[in-house]
C-alpha cells in the first residue's frame, strides 16, 4: 500500500497487515485535518517507510507527535506514546482509500452534535481504540 500528501513530495509505503482502521472525531485530530473527523488506519513500525522527503513533525499536546507535509500541509499521521510501535496514517492520503474501511468510531464522545452518520459502526471514549470502552447511545 502507498500514500503521499497533496504535492506529492511526502510519501509512504505499508506492509499489510494494518492493525486498525478507525474514525476519530476527537479534538486534535479534527483541527489538524480541519474536518468534522479523521480516519486512519494504525500499522506496526518496521512495517511502514517514508518515501521521498520527510515530513515536519509537530507535538501537538504531551506524548502526541503529528507529522505534516512542509510544503502543501498536508496532514499525514499521528504517534501517540500510548501505542507508541504504531504509526497512524490517514487513510485519505492512500492512493487508494478504499482498500481501507473503518470498523470503530473513536473519541465519539467529542463528536459535533451535528454530524449524524447512522452507519452502525460502534463507539467508544477516547482515541485508544485498544481499549474498547463502549458508549451509551447518546
Not at 32 to 47: I, K, L
Not at 84 to 96: C, F, K, P, R
Amino acid at each position: 500500500m502507498r500514500g503521499h500528501c497533496l504535492c506529492g513530495k511526502i510519501g509512504y509505503e505499508v506492509d499489510p497487515p494494518v492493525l486498525s482502521c478507525v474514525t476519530c472525531h476527537c479534538d486534535s485530530c479534527r483541527r489538524q485535518c480541519a474536518a468534522p473527523m479523521t480516519t486512519y488506519f494504525g500499522v506496526r513500525d518496521g512495517n511502514w517507510r517514508w518515501t521521498g522527503e520527510q515530513p515536519t513533525r509537530f507535538n501537538s499536546s504531551p506524548g502526541v507527535e503529528r507529522s505534516f507535509c512542509p510544503h502543501c500541509g498536508t496532514p499525514i499521521s499521528f504517534r501517540s506514546t500510548v501505542m507508541s510501535d504504531v504509526m497512524h496514517l490517514y487513510v485519505a492520503t492512500l492512493e487508494n482509500p478504499e482498500a481501507l474501511t473503518p470498523t470503530l468510531h473513536v473519541a465519539h464522545e467529542e463528536r459535533l452534535s451535528w454530524l449524524q452518520l447512522n452507519d452502525g459502526l460502534p463507539t467508544c471514549i477516547g482515541p485508544d481504540y485498544t481499549k474498547v470502552q463502549p458508549l451509551s447511545d447518546t
